[in-house]
């Protein structure tokens, strides 16, 4: 594990928890380019209604924005949980280099549980992969967050 990984992932908690305020599912995204975050973004579908606004998708266009440029090569993205086949065509369009995972999504995982778009050498890019970092800490999010709604 890279000596940053942690910290940066622990931003991404940060934003999860936001997302989970706005009744959102904790889900969050940090975008780092040589030691600096360029984007952040949490799960906003619910609060925008829009059913893109995953927290890799809204970090994406963060660092976009800011950066006036689409591709973001060089750039590593913290996520809270591996990302669906939507947000990872997103930074696979993006040309990220390396994605960290928090813990896997068994159901919709499209990073190594079900699918794994970003290590396919027949698709356009490729990017490194780091699993379970702060792994318990994101599954404990998601869990709380959905007792709490069940039992509502």
């Not at 997302?19 to 799960?43: K, S, Y």
């Not at 609060?47 to 060089?74: I, K, Q």
Request: glycine letters at 8%; charged letters at 30%.
């Amino acid at each position: 594990m890279e000596e940053d990984d942690e910290r940066f992932m622990r931003e991404a908690l940060d934003a999860a928890k936001r997302a989970g305020v706005h009744d959102d599912v904790p889900i969050g995204c940090v975008l780092v380019e040589n030691g600096v975050v360029i984007g952040v973004g949490e799960n906003r579908r619910e609060v925008d209604c829009d059913p893109t606004a995953h927290a890799e998708v809204v970090a994406l266009r963060a660092a976009t924005s800011s950066r006036a440029r689409w591709r973001l090569d060089g750039v590593t993205a913290y996520v809270t949980l591996e990302p669906c086949v939507m947000c990872a065509g997103a930074l696979l369009n993006a040309r990220v280099e390396r994605v960290v995972i928090g813990v896997l999504d068994e159901k919709a995982g499209a990073v190594g549980s079900r699918y794994n778009l970003l290590s396919d050498p027949r698709l356009l890019h490729e990017a490194s992969l780091t699993y379970d970092v702060l792994a318990q800490e994101s599954a404990e999010l998601l869990r709380d967050f959905f007792v709490k709604r069940r039992g509502e």
